[in-house]
């Protein structure tokens, strides 16, 4: 008579065949398949038909899949429970503004405990792309606090203040959020045109926003446009040339001189910008020569922009010879 079932010689087989059973279990195994033969026969056919694997297989996933849906129910009670608390300072102070006949603040204290509620309890509640929905999170109730303390206030700084805080979020978190799989499968390989237009357009619209709500006259749009446009310009030439130009790192650099140059000598044109600098003096032979600084730094980076791009081109065509 058989000293095991066969049943259950039969469910440690897989374990038995991988050899992470335990020591008792594989003594088990062996000698109940020296004494049967249908056992025996079972664990060869499951050995060329691949079963083994398969269960195993199976068996794998179904523990991730188990212990994927506990840590997400647990994250979903914690972050109920962390969402609970932070309504608890709010509800308080609902009460004390009712009976004081004033609730005004409490809309402050309800916008302010949605930034803690972002930063805590999103990253639990969320199954995938926890970051980006952290993030995003953030910025809004960020946003929406600066409302309601704006319009409490009665003040008007909304759409100054509001375009500057996401500009900061955007030049420092954006370079990382359009890695997330979500906004990366949209923009694909553009993931730098799409951080440098973004932060291009938060800043265009923070400019405006401050023209806008001070009632500022032409002489601040003129103004900065003189600042803005040759930096954005600027940074945007380094950025396709960098990112595009399929040349060598000196013919790149000289290119950006040489495009530095041009965007201030034109800038000089339009605005007068090298007008208004300051001015370095050489004196000699009894005279003394002038020099802008905006004009001297426009013409020395036209310069060794040049000597680059020869210097470039002459290694290069040794090295086509």
């Not at 008792?24 to 664990?43: F, I, M, N, Q, W």
């Not at 009670?77 to 004081?100: E, H, N």
């Not at 446009?225 to 600027?234: G, Q």
Request: proline share 2%; with cysteine; hydrophobic share 55%.
């Amino acid at each position: 008579m058989m000293k095991y079932n066969c049943d259950m010689i039969r469910d440690l087989l897989p374990l038995y065949q991988d050899g992470v059973c335990s020591e008792s279990s594989r003594a088990a195994v062996e000698e109940h398949l020296a004494g049967c033969a249908g056992c025996t026969d079972y664990l060869a056919s499951m050995r060329d038909s691949g079963i083994i694997e398969e269960t195993m297989n199976t068996e794998r996933e179904d523990a991730i899949s188990s212990q994927a849906r506990f840590f997400k129910r647990r994250s979903a009670v914690v972050g109920a429970v962390f969402a609970g608390l932070f309504m608890l300072p709010v509800v308080i102070c609902m009460i004390v503004g009712l009976a004081t006949g004033g609730i005004s603040w409490v809309l402050i204290v309800l916008a302010a405990m949605l930034i803690p509620v972002s930063l805590i309890a999103v990253p639990l509640l969320a199954s995938e792309n926890k970051a980006l929905w952290t993030l995003g999170a953030s910025a809004v109730s960020l946003t929406l606090l600066l409302g309601v303390c704006c319009a409490v206030s009665g003040g008007k700084w909304f759409f100054i203040a509001a375009p500057a805080v996401l500009f900061g979020i955007a030049v420092f978190f954006a370079p990382f959020a359009v890695r997330a799989k979500p906004v990366a499968a949209r923009v694909g390989s553009r993931k730098g045109l799409a951080v440098l237009g973004l932060d291009t357009a938060l800043y265009i619209i923070m400019m405006l926003g401050i023209g806008l709500t001070n009632g500022l006259s032409g002489s601040y749009y003129r103004l900065a446009a003189e600042i803005s446009v040759p930096i954005l310009i600027w940074i945007w030439s380094m950025f396709l040339t960098i990112r595009y130009m399929k040349a060598r790192g000196v013919l790149k650099a000289a290119l950006i001189l040489g495009i530095t140059a041009a965007v201030m000598l034109i800038c000089d044109l339009i605005f007068g910008i090298g007008q208004r600098s300051s001015i370095a003096y050489i004196e000699a032979f009894d005279r003394r020569f002038e020099f802008g600084t905006y004009t001297v730094t426009a013409v020395l980076c036209a310069v060794i922009g040049a000597v680059l791009a020869l210097i470039g081109a002459l290694t290069g065509k040794k090295r086509r010879k």
